[in-house]
Structure formats: C-alpha cells, structure tokens
Nanobody, 117 residues
C-alpha cells in the first residue's frame, strides 16, 4: 500500500485547508485510513480516521467541530477539510492506513501545515 498526501501550506489563523491522501496498491489490506500530525517537540498524534467501507469516523477532541474527514472510495482518496485553523494546528500531517488491528500500518509522507499571520 502506498499513500500520497498533498494539500499542505501556509494559512492565516481562522483560515481553511483541505488535505488529500491517495492510496494505491493493495487497498484491500486496510480497513481504516486516518490523519496524524506531529508538531515540533511533540509526539505524533491521531487527528481523525475513517472506516474505509462503512464510513465511521473518529476525531481528536482538539479538532472536533473544525476538521472533517471524508473519503471517495472510487478514487481511493481520503480528504480532510480543516476549518478555523489555529496556530496550534501547525504540524507535519501524515496519512496512514491499515487493518483494524493496526490502523497505522502504512504511512504516507508528511505534508507541512503552518498556521501563522
């Protein structure tokens, strides 16, 4: 499974960005796709994840109501819409996928999101 993330960049506080992650390879090997982030000096944390077949979603408390994860199975793509961005959302964002037993078995490259005025 290969994961290709895109869509990061610089945005002002209160702004929006949409990240995309395209999966290729043995798609049948995973049940969950998600987004994680790692800020400087901090551990990597889960931001949001989505069940590939059923669409169940799960969010970190820090992003609930601001971030939305969605998917397009036909395009093997997961999206994350980020609204009302805050400086503390600045991080490298990674997409990941895997079976239920290991939802982050496969990793894509990170994409930098910087929220600053």
């Amino acid at each position: 499974v290969q994961l290709q993330a895109s869509g990061g960049g610089l945005v002002q506080p209160g702004g929006s960005l949409r990240l995309s992650c395209v999966a290729s390879g043995s798609i049948s090997r995973f049940n969950v796709m998600g987004w994680y982030r790692q800020a400087p000096g901090k551990e990597r944390e889960l931001v949001a994840r989505i069940q590939w077949s059923g669409g169940y979603t799960d969010y970190a408390d820090s992003v609930k109501g601001r971030f939305t994860i969605s998917k397009d199975n036909a395009k093997n793509t997961v999206y994350r819409q980020m609204n009302s961005l805050k400086p503390e959302d600045t991080a490298v964002y990674y997409c990941a996928a895997g079976p239920y037993s290991d939802p982050s078995m496969y990793w894509g490259q990170g994409t930098q999101v910087t929220v600053s005025s």
